[in-house]
C-alpha cells in the first residue's frame, strides 16, 4: 500500500524569498510521483513528475523537486516565491491507475 | 491538444433530489476516466474510474454512480443526494498505460 504525508498543512512566505513544500512517501516499489497545483475552486494542474528518470525534476513556474530514494521524500521548491504561487499544493504518488493524494499544503505569499 | 471539459461548474441542490453530472473529454481516444470528491479541507479520495466504455471500478462504496455511455463521456449520478455529498468533484483522463492524469476545472455540489 502506499501513502503520502505532507508535513505541512500550511506555509507562509514573503515574496521573494524561496519555498519549500514537504513530501514524504510510503510504498513498497518504486512509484511515480507529482506534484500538482490548485488555485481556488480550480482543477488541479500538473507541476512536474518524476520517473526514475533524474532525480531532480524541473517544473512549470520555476518549480523542481528532488527525489531522495534514501529519504523517501519528492520536496518541492522555488527559489522565489511569486504572489501567484499562492495556492494549494498536492504531492502525489502512483502506480497505474492507483493514484495517492497527500493531504495538501496551502501557500501564502505574503506582499 | 487534449481539453477536458466538465459541467456543470456550479450545482446546489436539495437533500434527496438526483444528480447528474457529467465529463468530457477531447483531442484524444480511449482515454482512461476518473472522478474524484474533494470535501472541504480535505484532500482528494478516488470514487470511480473507467478504462473503457461500460467499464467502471468503484473505490469508495456510496449512494453516488458513474456511467460511460461513450468513448470520452463521463457521467456522475446520484439518485438521492446527501448533505455529506456536499464537495467539489473532479473529473480527471490519462492516456491508457500513463500514469499522468489531467484535471478538468470541477464542479462545486453544494447540498442544501
Known amino acids: 500500500a502506499q501513502s503520502v504525508t505532507q508535513l505541512d498543512s500550511h506555509v507562509s512566505v514573503s515574496e521573494g524569498t524561496p519555498v519549500l513544500l514537504r513530501c514524504n512517501y510510503s510504498?513498497?516499489?518504486?512509484?511515480?510521483l507529482f506534484w500538482y497545483v490548485q488555485h481556488p475552486n480550480k482543477g488541479l494542474q500538473l507541476l512536474l513528475k518524476y520517473t526514475s528518470a533524474a532525480t531532480l525534476v524541473k517544473g512549470i513556474n520555476g518549480f523542481e523537486a528532488e527525489f531522495k530514494k534514501s529519504e523517501t521524500s519528492f520536496h518541492l521548491t522555488k527559489p522565489s516565491a511569486h504572489m501567484s504561487d499562492a495556492a494549494e499544493y498536492f504531492c502525489?504518488?502512483?502506480?497505474?491507475?492507483?493514484?495517492?493524494f497527500g493531504p495538501g499544503t496551502r501557500l501564502s505569499v505574503l506582499p | 491538444s487534449q481539453t477536458i471539459h466538465q459541467w456543470p461548474a456550479t450545482l446546489v441542490q436539495p437533500v434527496g433530489s438526483p444528480l447528474s453530472l457529467e465529463c468530457t473529454v477531447e483531442g484524444t481516444s480511449n482515454p482512461n476516466l476518473y472522478w474524484y470528491r474533494q470535501a472541504a479541507g480535505r484532500g482528494l479520495q478516488l470514487l470511480f474510474y473507467s478504462v473503457g466504455i461500460g467499464q467502471i471500478s468503484s473505490e469508495v462504496p456510496q449512494n453516488l454512480s458513474a456511467s460511460r455511455p461513450q468513448d470520452r463521456q463521463f457521467i456522475l449520478s446520484s439518485k438521492k443526494l446527501l448533505l455529506s455529498d456536499s464537495g467539489f468533484y473532479l473529473c480527471?483522463?490519462?492516456?491508457?498505460?500513463?500514469?499522468?492524469?489531467?484535471f478538468g476545472p470541477g464542479t462545486r455540489l453544494t447540498v442544501t
Open positions: 510504498s513498497s516499489y518504486s512509484p511515480s
Open positions: 502525489v504518488a502512483a502506480r497505474g491507475q492507483n493514484f495517492v
Open positions: 480527471a483522463w490519462s492516456w491508457q498505460g500513463n500514469d499522468e492524469q489531467y
